[in-house]
């Protein structure tokens, strides 16, 4: 059943690296939960204590409104394929945006991907493993291009125009400062 640990130990970050989707949850004291599918090959393990997580635009941007104003933030994985297992890595964020100084060595760290936004530097505190044994199996059947090839036709002042207008606050109206950071 449930294990806790307080790093990222090597057999789990085995795991993290075989995973093709996570899923991201973060909240305020007094906003919505947001839970948050990624994938596209946008994370990286930079030791046993943290990760990060390149996050590219979205309809939406409340995990970068959430981590604002409270840095929370859980990162789940689960096994739809092979032996049952959850991995939640619990911790604090921060956002790295494309004007902070770090951003250069950070977005090295990845293929670059139109329309990316944010970096997330997640600071894990507690992980905890569970049995899983309630997930479905699932087939992975590839990446879907749609996210990428809207980025693309949109290019980078299309993709400036859509932060101004669509990913300046949260659903709560707490601010991103996405375009602050980022122009």
Same mark, same amino acid.
């Given at each position: +059943? ?6 990222? %130990? ?16 973060? #909240?305020? #004291? ?5 839970? %948050? =599918?990624?994938? +596209? ?7 046993? &204590?943290?990760?990060? /997580? ?10 970068? #409104? ?6 929370? +933030? ?13 991995? *939640? $890595?619990?911790?604090?964020? *921060? ?21 990316? *936004?944010?970096?997330?530097?997640? &600071? ?8 899983? +044994?309630?997930? =479905?199996?699932?087939? !992975? ?5 749609? $996210?990428?090839? /809207? ?11 859509? /932060?101004?207008?669509? &990913?300046?606050?949260? $659903?709560?109206?707490?601010?991103? !400062?996405?375009? *602050?950071?980022?122009?």
């Amino acid at each position: +059943m449930a294990q806790r640990y307080l790093e990222i %130990s090597d057999k789990l970050k085995q795991f993290i690296q075989q995973q093709k989707i996570f899923f991201v949850a973060t #909240a305020t #004291a007094d906003s919505r939960i947001n839970i %948050s =599918p990624k994938g +596209m090959d946008t994370l990286r393990i930079l030791g046993n &204590n943290r990760i990060v /997580w390149l996050n590219v635009t979205g309809s939406g941007n409340e995990t970068a #409104a959430h981590i604002q104003e409270s840095p929370r +933030m859980t990162i789940m994985f689960t096994a739809f394929e092979g032996d049952p297992m959850i991995l *939640r $890595l619990y911790g604090s964020a *921060r956002a790295v945006h494309k004007n902070d100084p770090e951003w250069n060595e950070l977005f090295s760290l990845f293929d670059p991907l139109p329309g990316s *936004r944010q970096i997330f530097d997640f &600071n894990v505190e507690l992980v905890q493993t569970s049995c899983g +044994m309630a997930v =479905p199996f699932f087939d !992975y059947t590839g990446e879907r291009e749609q $996210l990428t090839n /809207w980025a693309i036709n949109k290019g980078e002042e299309g993709i400036k125009d859509y /932060w101004q207008k669509k &990913n300046q606050s949260s $659903l709560d109206e707490k601010p991103t !400062y996405i375009v *602050r950071k980022n122009l």
